[in-house]
Structures are given as structure tokens and as C-alpha cells.
């Protein structure tokens, strides 16, 4: 073992594999460990804490004890399905870290006892010798001992598009941060896309810097969405007080009668009215409902309660990188003898003469089969431009001898062999400061270089000078200055803007979302593509370093007034959006690489690239773009607000609809009269009940200008006495109605039977007005008529289909304690429907004026 492609070997002897065998056992292996996964007791003991699941199966359990196993099963279903989202939510950290080792765990090439050998990944220990060639990921943190233009793609870890230049260190140990040139530091997981180089490894496992990244996913705790505390709270305090009063109906009803199975009849009748068991429901459905929707947009939902929660996002914190970019560079402009050419997309026009050399020597400057992405770039666009010409040497061409990049001069210099050439040609490429120098410019000259270099580096791009020249067949220098180069021009690149962003952005601005840009990148690039984004005052820019100077006291009062973060590092953007929702910001975060992650799992709603972005933050995110559009989350926020509003339309509707219920279960029990209502009369009103708050109000349309609205404030909770207020007013009135429609059929000389009858027909004719009356916040009942719902007709279809049957079938009549009415009967109940509905609209429409939140 002597040379291995230009390095000499012997140098570098490595570890005793005694030794490395040794360090695994002690140091563990160069993986990320998996956290001890709970017990399947733990997780159900921590489900059967939750309101939600003691609710749901107390319903089910009274269901069961009343015979009613349908309605038991379907309820009892509920509780597996808030098993089966925890058990989900346990495993999902399980699966980031699962992600992350993957990831980090590459085969790796290392010297031990003085050989070559292939080992996995995770094998590694410190102080093994890596070989790393182009292609090759970095298995473990490590320092650069020897390289030939060894240059890697960090952007996994700092967010920076552009490859870094590697070079050897002095021999020290110390690792320092990822991103910038000419340092010798390389990080596990980063992709080296040019060059070789002989590293020895300094830290491995939690101790690397993706690490980190996988320690800080371990212990950020997913948060729950503020609807759902909301809920499980208000349903705790539903539950017990309705639970109270139904005993307390009971007793009475026990004293008034002395009946011991009518008073526990009463009772569970009563509790079953009270009892909000659609509130969990229409939760569970709506955001079911709605992360499938929302798939339609190409956005797939990992969290499904974040859905109500995009409605009330207030900033969205954004990488550049891959989000806002296409992660791809690509030629921009040129200049070349004084003059601009601005690239376009495509081949719309000829390139001038003048850029000609400068695109040929660009190209020649690289490799024949580029792997580097703006070698790439400067590829295609020579085959845009320069097909079929004799600028463009495809294959051609023998590599004489190759300058690699060094700290002296940062540029990377080839010389050619070209058929039909007597003398050899030369091109090389690099800073435009080093090009200047390597082509012995006079001072003026290269003042005039250098002012077009940071012209162009001042709209954000990345520059590189280009030089030219030819030599004789002699012997070569060592050194590239000896050679004679002239200069030829500069070629700037750019990672450019996804087509659908800026009107994405606008959209969100329109809809009170602020935009904040956060990424590993440059200042003047991220300013650059802040500028052409439309961001609102782009020149707003907090580095990195002054970030680190910050406390968290002065960044939570600087950040209102910042719109990019550059140069950051992923523990920087995890307290970014920390210190956002420390100030009482809703945030959600999009990002694609592993550095995303934990700020993804930190933030109220994380956003993950499904087509570029890693497994890491996938997992770690609540929804996944499939298509990597950013436009689709504008779709996915107009999603959300409509299903919140759809919810507190339900909400409402519940509500309201178990006020006359209740009522009429209670008079009983105050009067010592007869029960009114039954079990299986409050069952038929739940087969009412139940589907408008799982189907009907769920497909609700939008709200008319639902983007055009700001963010809703979160400080005001679903259940706001408004909401609540208005509720209990319209079903005040139906209780009223129907209280007044029992009255009347005794008056006429009705018995209990015919009574209940006319009242029940009331009762179902209402619920029907109160599915109208709370359809729309800012439409009355008449306008809401014409907005689409086909599922609501077929309610109100099934409902009057089903009342006709219980009332004229003999044996379903008995059942349920009816007796048909006659003509006049049937005049007072329609009386009663238009008089429910006229106070039901004349209540909205005083809501509306006096309370406009509603």
C-alpha cells in the first residue's frame, strides 16, 4: 500500500484493529441508539388518562347498558382510533432517529493495521484514517489530513447551496463549525463531490454534529394543538356538570314519583342529551376529513390535528435552500469584455461571440463528466448554447495535468490536450481576486474585474473568474502562477426561485401570514432572494453571529422586526422558532434537510419537501409537500381555515341542539309528569344529530374571503362566550317552541301520546333550522339555501323519510310512544317550524349586528 489515485499512504498507518474493537466497546458505535420504546401497558395507561377516551367510553358504556350496540360500537370504534393516533405519535420520534442513522451510517474506507479496508459506517472509531473519494458521504466527524481539491456539500447541515473547499489543518483536533471555505473540518452525513482527501476521525455517534441534530429531536416534545386542549378541557367540564345534573334530575324525579326505573330512565335520558360526545367526534372526523382533503393538494398530513391549526398560522419561517430554490445551480450571467448577458431559462436567442470563449473555457476548467453542481451547470449550458460549434469539446479532449485548489490560490486550473492543437491549451477557474492574480492584471485592470465580480455577487450570485491560455509541449511549472494566463470574463450562478413562489408569497401576505426567511446562506444571496420574492423589506438581516450575541430577551424583542436569518446554524433555527412562540407567534416552519428537523418538530407546524427533502425531515414534520411547492401550503392554510370555521359551526350546532333536548327531558323530572322523551327518542334525534356534525357541516364551502383575513387570534378560544351565547339563545327558542307546542296539545284535549307526537315532529322540524341557521357566519338562512351541500339534503331527506315511518308504521309507532296526528295536529307543527325558524333567523341576525365575531 504506497499510492492509492496520488496519495502517498504510508504516511498515515492507522488503527490496530485490537484497538478499534476495543473503542467500540467502550464508545459504542458510530450510529445514533434508538430511545427504549414505551410498553404497550405504558401507552394505554397513558391513553385511558385522556378526557377524550373516559368520555367516549362512558358514552359507550351507557349506550351498551340502555341495548343500544350500534351506537356503543361506533363510539367504543372512536377509542381505538385515539389508541391508534397515539401509538403513532410514539413511534414517530422512533422514526426520525431511525431516519437519522440511516443516514449517517454510509460504508466507510479506512486504514487499520496498516491495510485498506471497507467497513460499515458505524464501525468507525475515533482516530480511524478515512480515505473519502468523490461520491463518497462522510461517515464521522473528522479533520482533513491530506487532500487533492477536496470539495463537499454541506448544505445538509448549514443550508448553503454552494459545495465548500476543504483544506488540510495544521494537525489539531478541535472541530469548529460547518460551512466556509479552506477550513479542514468534515461532518458525517455531508457528500464530498470532488477530489480525495485522508481524514482522521475525531467524533463519532451523538458526539458528530448530525448527532446533535438526533439528541435534539429526542427532546423537543411534539405540542399539542391549541383546539385540542381547548376541547378536552371544555368536555371535561361538559361531562361532569351534565353527569351532575342528570343525578340531581333523578333524585328529583325519585321524590316526585316515588318511580325507581322511571327516575334512572330519566336520568340516563337526560345524560344522554347533555352528554357533548359529537365534540370528540366532529374532531376526530373533520381533521380526518380534512388531512384527505388536503392531500388532494399534494399535502400529506403525518399530525392530523395540525390541520385546524394552519388557519391560525402567523409567520411561516422558511429555508432558502430548496424551498424557495430549486437546490440546483444554474448559469445566470455572464461578463465578458466589458459587457452583461443575462442567461435565460432556455435557448430563446443566439449567444453573442464574445461570450463564447468564456463559456468553452469554463467548461474546460472542469471535469469531462461533471459531478460538481455548477460544473454541471456551465455543462448544460454550453450544450444550450454551443451545440455542434467549435467552442464545444465534448469528449475530445486528454487531461494533461491538473492544478487542484489550495489556500493560495483558490482556483481550479486544467490543461488539455486537443485534437487539430499543436500546443497545449490551459483553462482555469476560481475567485475572481485569484484569477486576477494568476493573470498578472495591472492594477486598473483588475479594479475594473473585481467592480464587475461584486456587482454581480451583490444580486446574490456566486462568481467565478475564468482564464485562459496555451503552452508548449516542455515540461510544465509546478505552480499554476508561473503559467501565462489571460483573463477571459466571469460567470455567475444562481440557485434559482421556484416559478409559483412569489405569487405564494403574496397570497400569504394578503392572508395576514408573515414571511420570514431562515438559512445557512449568505447575506446578500438571501437578501437577493428575499428582493426577488417580494418579501416586505428584505434588508431586515440578522447573521448568524450576531444572532449568538443575542440573549433570548433581546432576540424575542428584535425578531418582530426581522425578515432573514443568515448564516445560521440548526441549533440557531430551533431558538429562532422557539423565541417566536415565546412571543405568542403561531409558527410553521418548511425545510427539506436534516439541519430542518428540529425546528421542524419544534415548531406548531412543521413543513417538510417530500421530493427533495431527507427521511430525517419528513418524520420529524406534521405535513409533507409532495410536490415541493410552495404554493400548495397557500392551499393547505385556505384548507384549514375552512375546516376551523367549519368546526365552530358544529360546535355551535351541538350546542344549540341540546338545549331543547335537555329541557324537555328535564320538565319531567320538575313537574312529576310523564317522561316526554325517551331512550329511543333521543337515539332517532342523534341519527340526526350525528351526521350533520360529521358530514353535513364538514363539507360546508368556504367562507366568502377566507383568504383575505388575518390570521385568528389565538388568544380567543373556540368556546367563546359569544359562540356560546348565541348557541344557547337559538336553542332557548326551540325548547321555547316546542314547550309551547307540548302546552297546546293539551289544551286541545291530547293525551300523552299525541302530545309527545306533536312535539317530537317540532323538535325534528327545528334541528332541521338549526343545521341551516349555522351554516354560514356572515350569510342568513335564505342565502345559505343556495350555498352547495349535497350531503345536507340527503340528511334532511333520510330525516323526513324516517319520521314518516316511526309515526304510520303501527309497530314503530308503539315503539316510540306515538300516536299520528290529525290535520290539525299537523297544522300546529308546521306553525311551530316557521315560527322556530323566523326566531332562529331574527337571533342570528341580532347576533351578527351586536356580536360580529359570531
Not at 70 to 96: C, D, M, N
Not at 520 to 542: F, H, N
Not at 624 to 630: A, E, G, M, P, S
Request: aromatic share 8%; hydrophobic share 45%.
Amino acid at each position: 500500500m504506497v499510492k492509492y489515485n496520488g496519495f502517498n499512504l504510508e504516511d498515515f498507518h492507522g488503527l490496530l484493529s485490537s484497538v478499534a474493537l476495543q473503542r467500540l466497546e467502550t464508545e459504542g458505535y458510530n450510529d445514533l441508539p434508538a430511545t427504549k420504546p414505551k410498553t404497550s401497558f405504558t401507552i394505554a395507561r397513558e391513553v385511558a388518562s385522556e378526557p377524550m377516551f373516559l368520555l367516549l367510553t362512558a358514552c359507550g358504556a351507557l349506550y351498551l347498558i340502555l341495548g343500544d350496540i350500534h351506537e356503543a360500537l361506533i363510539l367504543l370504534g372512536f377509542v381505538f382510533v385515539i389508541i391508534g393516533i397515539t401509538f403513532y405519535q410514539e413511534k414517530k420520534t422512533e422514526r426520525s432517529l431511525e431516519a437519522l442513522r440511516d443516514l449517517s451510517s454510509p460504508r466507510a474506507l479506512v486504514i487499520r493495521d496498516g491495510c485498506q479496508q471497507r467497513i460499515p459506517g458505524r464501525e468507525v472509531v475515533r482516530d480511524d484514517v478515512v480515505i473519502l473519494m468523490e461520491g463518497d458521504r462522510v461517515p464521522a466527524d473528522a479533520v482533513l489530513l491530506s487532500s487533492i481539491n477536496l470539495v463537499v456539500d454541506e448544505s445538509l447541515l448549514t443550508g448553503e447551496s454552494s459545495p465548500v473547499r476543504k483544506t488540510p489543518g495544521g494537525g489539531g483536533r478541535e472541530m469548529g463549525r460547518p460551512g466556509g471555505d479552506d477550513l479542514p473540518y468534515l461532518f458525517s452525513g455531508t457528500l464530498v463531490v470532488r477530489g480525495q482527501g485522508v481524514a482522521t476521525v475525531v467524533r463519532t455517534g451523538f458526539q458528530t454534529e448530525i448527532g446533535k441534530i438526533g439528541h435534539s429531536l429526542r427532546i423537543i416534545e411534539t405540542e399539542q394543538t391549541l383546539l385540542w386542549k381547548e376541547t378536552r378541557r371544555v368536555v371535561k367540564i361538559l361531562a361532569l356538570a351534565g353527569l351532575g345534573v342528570s343525578g340531581l334530575v333523578a333524585f328529583l324525579y325519585v321524590l316526585n314519583t316515588s318511580r325507581w326505573i322511571d327516575s334512572l330512565l330519566a336520568g340516563l335520558t337526560l345524560a344522554m342529551s347533555i352528554l357533548p360526545e359529537e365534540m370528540p367526534v366532529i374532531l376526530t372526523i373533520f381533521l380526518a376529513l380534512g388531512a384527505w382533503r388536503i392531500s388532494k393538494n399534494s399535502v400529506l398530513t403525518r399530525h392530523v390535528p395540525v390541520v385546524e391549526t394552519l388557519g391560525a398560522a402567523t409567520i411561516l419561517c422558511v429555508d432558502k435552500t430548496g424551498t424557495l430554490t430549486q437546490n440546483s445551480m444554474t448559469v445566470s450571467r455572464l461578463y465578458a469584455k466589458c459587457n452583461y448577458y443575462k442567461v435565460s431559462d432556455g435557448k430563446d436567442g443566439d449567444l453573442s461571440e464574445e461570450f463564447h470563449d468564456l463559456v468553452e473555457y469554463c467548461i474546460l476548467a472542469g471535469k469531462k463528466n461533471p459531478f460538481d453542481p455548477m460544473e454541471k451547470a456551465i455543462t448544460d449550458l454550453g450544450n444550450n448554447y454551443l451545440a455542434g460549434s467549435e467552442h464545444l469539446h465534448s469528449h475530445d479532449r486528454t487531461l494533461i495535468r491538473e492544478y487542484p485548489v489550495n489556500r493560495q490560490f483558490p482556483a481550479l486550473t486544467h490543461v488539455w490536450r486537443l485534437p487539430g492543437r499543436e500546443e497545449l491549451v490551459v483553462a482555469s477557474k476560481g475567485a475572481p481576486e485569484t484569477i486576477a492574480n494568476l493573470c498578472h492584471l495591472n492594477e486598473d485592470q483588475s479594479a475594473e474585474m473585481i467592480a464587475a465580480a461584486n456587482a454581480m455577487a451583490r444580486d446574490g450570485l456566486r462568481v467565478l473568474g475564468v482564464a485562459k491560455g496555451v503552452v508548449g509541449e516542455s515540461p510544465l511549472p509546478d505552480d499554476q502562477h508561473d503559467l501565462e494566463l489571460e483573463f477571459v470574463g466571469l460567470t455567475g450562478f444562481t440557485d434559482p426561485i421556484r416559478p409559483a413562489v412569489p405569487a405564494a408569497v403574496a397570497e400569504c401576505r394578503r392572508a395576514g401570514i408573515r414571511i420570514m426567511m431562515i438559512t445557512g446562506d449568505y447575506p446578500e444571496t438571501a437578501k437577493s432572494v428575499a428582493s426577488a420574492i417580494g418579501l416586505v423589506e428584505p434588508g431586515r438581516c440578522v447573521t448568524g453571529a450576531e444572532l449568538e450575541a443575542m440573549d433570548d430577551e433581546t432576540l424575542a424583542q428584535r425578531i418582530s422586526q426581522v425578515t432573514v436569518f443568515a448564516r445560521v446554524i440548526p441549533e440557531q433555527k430551533l431558538r429562532i422558532v422557539n423565541a417566536l412562540k415565546k412571543n405568542g407567534e403561531i409558527v410553521a416552519m418548511t425545510g427539506d434537510g436534516v439541519n430542518d428537523a428540529p425546528a421542524l418538530k419544534s415548531a406548531h407546524i412543521g413543513i417538510a419537501m417530500g421530493g427533495r427533502g431527507t427521511d430525517v425531515a419528513r418524520e420529524a414534520a406534521a405535513l409533507v409537500l409532495t410536490n415541493d411547492d410552495f404554493s400548495s401550503i397557500v392551499a393547505a392554510v385556505r384548507s384549514g381555515r375552512r375546516i376551523y370555521d367549519n368546526i365552530r359551526k358544529a360546535m355551535a350546532f351541538t350546542i344549540a341542539v341540546h338545549v331543547p333536548i335537555a329541557g324537555m327531558a328535564m320538565i319531567p323530572a320538575f313537574f312529576g309528569m310523564p317522561l316526554i322523551f325517551m331512550t329511543v327518542h333521543i337515539v332517532f334525534l342523534e341519527m340526526i344529530i350525528d351526521p350533520a356534525c360529521s358530514i353535513v357541516f364538514e363539507r360546508e364551502p368556504e367562507e366568502f374571503g377566507i383568504m383575505e383575513r388575518p390570521p385568528r387570534n389565538t388568544e380567543e378560544p373556540l368556546f367563546h362566550w359569544r359562540l356560546i351565547l348565541t348557541s344557547a339563545l337559538l336553542g332557548g327558542a326551540v325548547f321555547a317552541v316546542v314547550l309551547v307546542v307540548f302546552g297546546l296539545a293539551f289544551l286541545r284535549g291530547a293525551g300523552v301520546e299525541e302530545a309527545r307526537t306533536f312535539s317530537f315532529i317540532t323538535l325534528i322540524i327545528s334541528t332541521v333550522g338549526l343545521i341551516f341557521a349555522n351554516r354560514s357566519f356572515g350569510q342568513n338562512i335564505v342565502q345559505a339555501v343556495n350555498n352547495p351541500n349535497q350531503a345536507l339534503w340527503w340528511l334532511c331527506g333520510g330525516a323526513t323519510a324516517f319520521l314518516a315511518l316511526v309515526i304510520y308504521v303501527p309497530w314503530l309507532c308503539r315503539i316510540f310512544g306515538f300516536q299520528p296526528p290529525d290535520a290539525g295536529g299537523w297544522l300546529i307543527c308546521f306553525i311551530a317550524g316557521v315560527a322556530v325558524i323566523a326566531c332562529l333567523e331574527l337571533i342570528r341576525t341580532v347576533a351578527r349586528r351586536k356580536l360580529p365575531a359570531v
